[in-house]
């Protein structure tokens, strides 16, 4: 049987407005699954998230080849791409966590069109404004500086 192939068509990227600031589990009913999200309208891009973890290595003297080992990971640090529009609730609370003045992690959550769900916690910072052209849309890009392994949730039977 072949498998379905999935756009990100008609998924939906949500912010939890509550800061969350320790290591969130992935159980049924806490952690997660338990916040209180807010969707973020106008989403275009989702950047690259997961881990990327560092090759260390030692060269000794009496090898000829260097001995290599997996140091710290990145959970990453994608970019969030969005149609700037002021007063949706997740755009604001997106706003108020890229402050630079926020320190705070935030919880997020991805619903996938396959009903997937993948949640993530870090920090926020932006909005950056790519400008354009004529026929360039208003923009605002935020950068998430993950600070967790992302949790993948299948979709329910």
């Given at each position: 049987m072949a498998e379905t192939a999935y756009t990100h068509s008609g998924d939906?990227?949500?912010?939890?407005?509550?800061t969350q600031n320790e290591d969130?589990?992935?159980?049924?009913?806490?952690?997660?699954p338990s916040l209180i999200y807010t969707e973020v309208k106008g989403i275009g891009n989702f950047g690259e998230a997961g881990i990327t973890t560092n090759i260390v290595?030692?060269?000794?003297?009496?090898t000829t080849v260097t001995s290599k080992g997996k140091g710290i990971s990145?959970?990453?640090d994608p970019?969030?791409?969005m149609l700037r529009i002021i007063a949706d609730p997740g755009q604001v609370a997106m706003r108020a966590a890229g402050d630079p003045e926020n320190a705070d992690n935030y919880a997020f959550k991805h619903v996938k069109q396959?009903?997937?769900t993948v949640y993530y916690r870090g920090l926020v910072t932006g909005p950056r404004?790519?400008?354009g052209g004529n026929e360039d849309f208003d923009l605002d890009v935020y950068t998430l500086a993950l600070q967790q392994k992302p949790v993948h949730v299948a979709p329910a039977p």
């Open positions: 939906k990227f949500y912010i939890s407005t509550t969130l589990d992935d159980h049924a009913t806490t952690g997660f290595d030692y060269p000794t003297w009496g990145n959970a990453g970019d969030v791409e396959n009903g997937e404004h790519p400008n």
